[in-house]
């Protein structure tokens, strides 16, 4: 006998989350606020489950991880937790729907994972995917906003996978899909637009705070040129967007900036400086940037990277 099928749209009348931590949270908000009532919000404590349920909504229910089989089993179900705890709280989950299981879909929000750790889920009969926003949650409220904004990567069974990029667009944002197998590499993209580039002005900070500023000073000096360079690359490629020492192929600059970090006692500084700006030459190549040049700083840089 076939399994009955189930669209979107019924999928969507009953959502549950297990995970209250902020980006689960945000994504309640979201969904609530968007029409899509949350019925239930789980977590290992019972007090952040009732926490997260008032920040959702008033119809949210709040469980504790020891209630999981009072979740509703033919609906959407997202686990939210930490991504060391995912493959063992889909197998909590599936031993507590077992004879139960009748078609929902069950989708995590982790960005390293593939919707493979959901396997016990899959195999008590839920369709499973992954479905990972592209900004970063500090705050349930305002990540809750942010999530209208960002872009979603999905991967996972057909199924899950229409779901998820319907509620993308429920929830304002967009989406893309890429292999099961890619997840990994795909995160590490993400953590290097992101969580790299927030070490990367932790250090440029730390430069200028050698220069005499204060720490607060040297934040406040630099943030405008971040957003300034963020808005070049909204506008224009990396290529175009380059801007700067290595954009004009300055070989004098770059020199005094390799003198400086030299003396500066921080041997990850320069290391950066000199892998960050092999890449920028190539970039700056794209721009038309004067080719001999170029492979001079290029040799200069590759050998501080050697040594």
Known sequence: MKRKAHSPASIHKSISIVGAGR??????????????????IASRRMSHARRAARLISPE????????????????????????????????????????????????HASGALSSEVLRSLRDAGYETGSMHPLISVSDSVMGAKS??????????????????????????????????????????????????????????????????????????????????????LNRHTPARALTGTFARADLSTVNKHLAALKTSDSRAALEAYALLGLRSIELARENGAHAATLKKISVILQEILKN
């Open 147 to 232: 999530l209208s904004e960002a872009h979603f990567c999905i991967e996972g069974q057909p199924r899950a996978v229409r779901l998820a990029r319907s509620l993308v667009r429920k929830l304002g944002g967009r989406s893309f899909s890429i292999k099961t197998k890619d997840k990994a590499l795909y995160h590490a993209a993400a953590v290097m637009s992101a969580g790299h580039v927030v070490a990367l002005f932790d250090m440029a900070t730390e430069l200028l705070e050698s220069c005499g500023l204060s720490q607060s000073r040297a934040r406040a000096a630099l943030l405008p040129l971040v957003r300034s360079t963020l808005e070049n």
């Open 60 to 107: 949210t229910r709040a469980l504790s991880s020891k209630q999981f089989d009072k979740l509703i089993p033919d609906s959407t179900l997202f686990i939210t937790t930490p991504d060391d705890a995912i493959e063992s709280v889909a197998a909590e989950l599936a031993a507590s729907m077992k004879g139960r299981a009748r078609g929902g879909v069950a989708l």
């Open 23 to 40: 980006l689960g949270v945000a994504l309640g908000i979201a969904l609530s606020s968007r029409g899509l009532p949350v019925e239930a």
